[in-house]
């Protein structure tokens, strides 16, 4: 077996605790999409520490960094002007404004990545993902849901990330998102987490065309 064609070896874990063997083929693309808060990128955080052959890229953005977020690890942060520049140019993949402030994906590393057989996750809005699906209509996508509107309100509130005019433009945002859930592949409830993780292990591991 080549490299392109090499399939990893993956202990796909399961809600028991009992684990089995799985193959993740590689060049595949997985989208992670749904309100902010829901838990999208605690979900990534730990599919990335579980699956080291899946990457990540990350994203440019015009939001200002959070106290403990770092430039070139958590974002690339960048002014209006030199994201304007990068869209004119065709760097990004995708791209969208969400509350107040621009998100892109950059087109190269992902492109890259999936030339060369990598697997790729994006953890994006729900544009960029619908931009990202036009793209590539064959990817794994998968809606993140809360459990309930209220849930939503108090992680967002709980991580006290976000000034009180930042939590309500995505708490409005959420509720026309949340009303696109089904466009997507799967939709998933964020309620316990590791069942969350195994349902997108699940869709990952035997989806036809991750097989
Ligand atoms: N299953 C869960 N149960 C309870 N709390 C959770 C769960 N999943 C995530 N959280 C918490 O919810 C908060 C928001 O999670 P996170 O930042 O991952 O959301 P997000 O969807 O990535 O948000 P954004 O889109 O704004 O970046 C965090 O404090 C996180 O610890
Ligand atoms: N369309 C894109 N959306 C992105 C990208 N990177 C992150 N995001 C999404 O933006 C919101 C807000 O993120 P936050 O870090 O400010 O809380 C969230 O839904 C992210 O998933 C991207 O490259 N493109």
Do not use: C
Not at 17 to 28: D, E, I, Q, R, Y
Not at 142 to 168: Q, W
Request: proline content about 5%.
């Amino acid at each position: 077996m080549d490299s392109q064609g090499k399939r990893m070896m993956q202990v796909l874990s399961t809600k028991s605790g009992a684990t089995t063997t799985k193959l993740l083929s590689p060049g595949k693309l997985i989208v992670l999409t749904g309100p902010s808060g829901v838990g999208k990128g605690t979900l990534m955080r730990l599919l990335l520490s579980r699956h080291p052959e899946l990457n990540y890229s990350i994203s440019a953005t015009t939001r200002p960094p959070r106290p403990g977020e770092v430039d070139g690890k958590d974002y690339y942060f960048i002014s209006r002007d030199k994201f304007q520049r990068l869209i004119e140019k065709g760097e990004f993949l995708e791209w969208a404004e969400f509350a107040g402030n621009l998100y892109g994906t950059s087109r190269k590393p992902v492109i890259d990545l999936m030339k060369s057989g990598k697997s790729v996750l994006l953890e994006i809005e729900l544009e960029g993902a619908r931009q990202i699906r036009a793209t590539f209509p064959e990817l794994l996508s998968i809606f993140i849901l809360p459990p309930t509107f209220n849930e939503l309100e108090k992680r967002i509130r709980g991580r006290k990330k976000d000034s009180e005019d930042a939590i309500s433009r995505r708490l409005k945002r959420a509720k026309e998102e949340i009303d696109s859930a089904s466009e997507f592949d799967l939709q998933i409830v964020n309620d316990d987490l590791e069942t969350a993780i195994h349902d997108i292990e699940v869709a990952m591991f035997s989806g036809k065309e991750l097989f």
